[in-house]
């Protein structure tokens, strides 16, 4: 497998959640650059990603999960910037839980890469 930083790519994500979300609940969303999402290091890193743990299910779901964490991210600032800051925090909640399990399933495929003995 090419091999993923998993250590760093749960730090960048955590990182950028908090910034989230603290942009959110100071009210200053408009000043953060909320559209980091969309240049995702994890993404490319998936993409490239090979071997035997990128063949598991678990890796397959944390591609699923990663495309619905974003979505959930492009939806929430689609609605900020169309006035509808309301209906975006409403939103945060699943946005929280979609991370955790994101986080979760990075430190799961962590193991599998360890455990794989892959080095890329």
Request: proline share 3%.
């Amino acid at each position: 497998m090419n091999r993923i930083n998993f250590d760093e790519e749960i730090r960048l994500h955590n990182l950028w959640r908090r910034q989230f979300m603290n942009a959110f609940a100071a009210g200053s969303y408009a000043d953060m650059p909320l559209s980091g999402h969309r240049s995702c290091t994890l993404a490319a890193a998936l993409k490239a990603a090979d071997g035997p743990c990128a063949r598991q299910p678990l890796f397959r779901l944390l591609a699923v999960e990663h495309d619905r964490f974003h979505a959930l991210c492009a939806e929430i600032l689609d609605l900020s910037e169309n006035g509808m800051a309301g209906d975006a925090d409403m939103m945060l909640p699943e946005l929280a839980d979609a991370s955790h399990r994101l986080v979760g399933l990075l430190d799961e495929m962590r193991t599998c890469q360890r455990d794989c003995g892959e080095t890329g």
